[in-house]
């Protein structure tokens, strides 16, 4: 076992000895050691009860003959980080995260492991990291918040609550009403509850074979998440003794099955960024050009919140994600002969998974959308790319041209909405907010909300080489590649310039002649910080761009 350099031998007695300190036997010490990465912490309600997860995966390890060695890592609640500087520690957490994990592996020589995250950045840094590692490795996440009714029979979610607070300042809604939101929207524990990004990335674990069926929508209250994590810590031991490492499964052809689920589901935006970054610590090389060939020819089979009332429990009660999958499959749009971590292919995975009904889950024939929910979008105003969540765009906006309303900033923009400045029509531009810009490219969701709590939704859009929350809604255009700080052209965009965004047609175009640009390249003279310490300075000055997953090299 890859453990034995740590504990056999004479030479080793010291390194035993400090092990037996802590109450370890001789006999466990034989045993293969899981190295449990728990991301439990009382910040974030999608980690609050991540300790019971832990506590039923060790029972796993140990029924499988395994020894159980748990260890911490941080989180960040995008949530509450969400519309101050606390959102840029959020994106930028995901490279310590993984770097850390890096360190307590290699350090103490683990022969497997079980990832335990459940929120945004934490599922994607634990992916990048078991790949970098190649260890046996298996994830079990926390599981979705449940999505109560309200007193008014619709389905409730944390964006409920933003986009209520739009509503307060369009005057619709009274502080009563927002306090009824603010107190029932999220109910209890787990990653919360539409087709965000946690729950995006926790669904992507299955279809990138490196998690057990129902680890993405097994709600966290259920018992069946518990015995799900029990499985898991079993399988764990299995998985070291058959050798199959992450490499094994995580290859360019699973990437492309994610993909493809990622479109059918209607993933959150920033699954792009994440599955970029993931794949390229598996060595395997992402064109975001391939999302719109991938798109084209995938339905969109779900239209989970935001793009509609749906929530992962729902999707769950109808077969999960593998149903999903199985629907796929029936017009082979997926590769079946895959590896996973069950020890079995994709498609003897999936087999018999029949979807119930056809509502939460279309037919593949009577989808929601020909094409799939996310969209890439190229053109003078974003040479590399920009990406939107196209399943959540009203049809009005699927097409539109309007002037610029220009902010270098999120706060700008938000002061600008709630001010009633913001009219039918506007693209609104906010910039220097990308990965080295922000820095971290903080999500823009209270803007969006605003924009939708104030009817707005389906007149104005807003770009950004920022992003978005995965609860974001409407014609929100994100990863604006090259960002502003790097002299792309959003840069040199000015109130009142003409955009014209054509997602069909997957372009986005700034009106101006090339002449004119080139004046403005000529003349402007771009945003640098100068007053960033600590992390966000070493992250700003080596962070790659969006369109190669923001990751540091």
């Known amino acids: 076992m890859r453990s034995d ?8 007695a010291p390194q035993r000895s400090l092990l037996k300190a802590m109450g370890y036997t001789d006999r466990q010490l034989k045993k293969p050691l899981i190295g449990i990465v728990n991301s439990y912490n009382e910040v974030i309600p999608g980690h ?6 832990a506590r039923a995966v060790k029972d796993g390890v140990l029924a499988g003959g395994g020894t159980p060695m748990e260890f911490g890592v941080i989180g960040v609640c995008d949530g509450i980080a969400m519309g101050h500087e606390g959102m840029k520690y959020s994106l930028s957490s995901r490279e310590v995260i993984a770097d850390s994990i890096e360190c307590m592996a ?9 990832f335990i995250p459940n929120c945004d950045k934490i599922v994607p840094a634990m992916l990048m990291a078991a790949a970098r590692l190649n260890l046996p490795s298996i994830f079990v996440s926390g599981g979705p918040m449940l999505s109560l009714r309200s007193d008014r029979g619709e389905a409730m979610d944390l964006n409920s609550v933003f986009e209520a607070v739009g509503g307060y300042k369009a005057g ?6 927002l306090t009824y939101y603010e107190e029932n929207a999220c109910p209890g524990c787990g990653s919360c509850s539409g087709m965000f990004t946690a729950n995006s990335m926790n669904c992507l674990t299955e279809v990138l074979g490196m998690a057990l069926r129902g680890n993405g929508t097994i709600p966290a209250v259920y018992a069946a998440r518990i015995r799900l994590a029990k499985m898991t810590g079993e399988r764990a031991v299995e998985l070291v003794r058959e050798d199959l490492k992450p490499l094994d499964i995580l290859t360019e052809e699973t990437f492309e099955n994610a993909l493809t689920v990622d479109m059918a589901l209607g993933c959150s935006s920033n699954s792009l960024l994440h599955l970029t970054a993931i794949a390229h610590e598996a060595g395997v090389s992402l064109d975001l050009r391939q999302v719109n060939e991938i798109s084209e020819k995938t339905p969109n089979l779900c239209h989970l919140a935001p793009a509609g009332h749906h929530h992962v429990q729902d999707l769950n009660e109808v077969g999960g994600v593998y149903a999903v999958m199985n629907e796929l499959a029936k017009h082979d749009r997926l590769n079946l002969t895959l590896k996973t971590v069950s020890g079995r292919t994709v498609g003897e995975n999936i087999r018999g998974c029949e979807k119930r009904g056809s509502e939460v889950i279309r037919d593949y024939d009577a989808p929601y959308s020909e094409t799939g929910g996310l969209a890439v979008l190229f053109g003078s105003l974003a040479e590399n790319g920009a990406v939107v969540k196209r399943s959540a765009v009203a049809k009005e906006m699927l097409r539109h041209r309007g002037p610029a309303r220009v902010f270098d900033s999120e706060e700008e923009a938000i002061q600008a909405i709630y001010g009633g400045k913001i009219v039918s029509g506007d693209v609104v ?8 810009g922000g820095p971290g490219m903080r999500e823009m969701l209270s803007p969006t909300s605003a924009i939708c709590g104030m009817g707005l939704d389906k007149e104005v859009a807003l770009i950004t080489d920022g992003r978005f929350s995965g609860a974001t809604r409407g014609a929100s255009i994100g990863h604006v590649s090259p960002e502003a700080v790097n002299g792309g052209t959003i840069a040199y965009v000015r109130d009142g310039d003409m955009i014209r965004i054509d997602i069909p047609g997957y372009s986005i175009e700034l009106e101006i002649s090339d002449e004119e640009l080139a004046e403005r390249k000529r003349t402007t003279v771009l945003r640098k910080k100068t007053d960033l310490k600590g992390y966000l300075k070493r992250y700003a000055a080596s962070v790659s761009s969006a369109d190669r997953g923001a990751v540091v090299e």
């Open 5 to 12: 350099i740590m504990k056999e031998g004479a030479e080793r």
């Open 48 to 53: 609050i009860h991540l300790q019971s997860i």
């Open 106 to 114: 290699r350090a103490h020589c683990f022969d497997g492991l079980v």
């Open 172 to 177: 619709t809604v009274d502080d009563e009403r």
């Open 429 to 436: 531009v906010i910039r220097y907010e990308g990965p080295a």
